[in-house]
């Protein structure tokens, strides 16, 4: 499952006319990477959820429908069912057996394979009902923003709490492999969230995974972010060091982006126009503060 559904309320202003997860980083909707991610390791059927901009999010998956997987949408137009809500009302597409689930706003090369393997080792260790990919390594220093620290027992592979927002601290990478379980005993068609509803209750019970991850991972949950991403994300590009999808359809849409490192500028529209630090897509623009000698 790809979650798809959120309001993107720290992506604001963009959000307001984009949903999320097709705000575009080197010109390629960010959940493009999520999916071809799932088609890399053999995905034949996953389900998005659609919210905010539906109608845009149910345009583009359409577009993807010679893609070889068969992408189904859980339309949550109506009411926005929370972090584990969502997942419950997704079940009777998704079926009886575990499932990957990936954040719509999250860049990341995440082994899908390896934490799919951890989590059978985990559940027959210990009946798992879920696996997270937790950040850490390399990957957590170049890492900006703050996320909700994990704690883990290294002897077991279980998580065993967590604790506040920080950051430089593991954390939950959005990457994840779900029992179906986990969301059954959620009132269908309520809001519910996954922290306190599913999470806290699993971990007590000793019934959460985790696997480390090295892996490239950006957030462009926030302006912010979404211009350093492209940076970041070029970078990679440029060296060589993306799975081979994503390099095919960053060559195809990467160039019609204007992205200059120097200036900080992201301009989808190639106006490039005089000053430095700022996004502009369309005719929205975005003026990065704090950053070099325009801040």
């Known amino acids: 499952m790809v979650l798809g559904a959120g309001l993107g309320t720290r992506l604001k202003p963009f959000s307001d006319r984009f949903p999320k997860p097709l705000i575009p980083v080197l010109g390629v909707p960010c959940i493009e990477f999520s999916l071809l991610m ?7 059927k996953t389900v998005v959820n659609l919210h905010a901009h539906a109608g845009q999010v149910r345009e583009y998956l359409a577009k993807r429908k010679d893609s070889g997987m068969k992408v189904l949408e859980s339309d949550e137009s109506a009411t926005l069912l929370g972090s584990a809500g969502g997942f419950r009302k997704a079940l009777s597409l998704l079926g009886r057996e575990v499932f990957f689930s990936m954040n719509g ?9 390896a934490l799919a393997r951890r989590h059978f080792e985990l559940q027959a260790k210990h009946d798992v009902w ?3 990919s937790l950040i850490r390594g390399k ?4 890492t900006a923003g703050s996320y909700r620290e994990l704690f883990t027992d290294e002897s077991t592979g279980l998580i065993t709490g967590f604790g506040e927002k920080k950051s430089k ?15 059954q005993s959620l009132p269908l068609g309520q809001v519910a969230e996954f922290v306190p509803s599913v999470l806290e209750p699993l971990i007590r019970a000793n019934k959460v995974g985790f696997q480390w991850s090295d892996n490239l991972w950006f957030d462009v949950g926030s302006p912010e972010l ?10 990679e590009y440029e060296a060589g060091n993306l799975p081979h999808s994503w390099q095919q359809v960053l060559d195809q849409r990467a160039s019609g982006v204007y992205v200059s490192e120097s200036q900080g500028v992201v301009d989808y529209d190639q106006a490039r126009s005089p000053g430095k630090n700022y996004i502009q897509l369309e005719n929205i623009r975005y003026e990065i503060k704090g950053v070099g000698s325009s801040a």
């Not at 706003?105 to 394979?113: E, F, G, N």
């Not at 990957?139 to 170049?142: I, K, M």
């Open 38 to 44: 799932l088609e890399n390791v053999g995905v034949k």
């Open 105 to 113: 706003d999250v860049v990341t090369d995440v082994d899908l394979q």
């Open 130 to 132: 879920m696996t997270l």
């Open 139 to 142: 990957t957590l220093e170049n």
């Open 169 to 183: 601290v593991p954390f939950y990478s959005g990457v994840a492999v779900f029992d179906p379980r986990c969301f």
């Open 226 to 235: 979404w211009w350093q991403t492209h940076f970041d994300l070029r970078r």
